[in-house]
């Protein structure tokens, strides 16, 4: 069974910087996109970035670009997300997902597994 595991969340000052990790456990972590999400309350999950299976190539929508990066070291089953020059409407449970297929690595319902998310709180 596979299993993903977010750790590094917590509370920090606008404008500065955070890293959530989250391990996969249970499958072949190289067979799988991984991508990260985020949902604040009363809010949608959105999709904040995934790196393919190498890690080659790495998506970020706009709002994100410029601040936050993904990489994974396949070595330790585990995908990053660096997140710098946070602000407060960054504020939201963060979580990641592998993807097994091809499809397209924004829409949510393309991800097979799911973390239990971490919570990022970003003070002003």
């Known amino acids: 069974q596979v299993q993903l595991v977010e750790s590094g969340g917590g509370l920090v000052q606008a404008g500065g910087s955070l890293r959530v990790s989250c391990v996969v456990s249970?499958?072949?972590?190289?067979?799988?996109?991984m991508g990260w999400f985020r949902q604040a309350p009363g809010k949608e999950r959105e999709f904040v970035g995934a790196t393919t299976y190498s890690g080659g190539n790495i998506y970020v929508p706009d709002f994100v670009k410029g601040r936050f990066t993904i990489s994974r070291d396949n070595a330790k089953n585990t995908v990053y997300l660096q997140m710098n020059n946070l602000k407060p409407e960054d504020t939201a449970v963060y979580y990641c997902?592998?993807?097994?297929?091809?499809?397209?690595?924004?829409?949510?319902?393309?991800?097979?597994?799911w973390g239990q998310g971490t919570q990022v709180t970003v003070s002003s």
């Open positions: 249970g499958g072949t972590f190289t067979y799988y996109a």
């Open positions: 997902a592998a993807k097994r297929t091809t499809a397209s690595v924004v829409p949510l319902n393309n991800y097979d597994y």
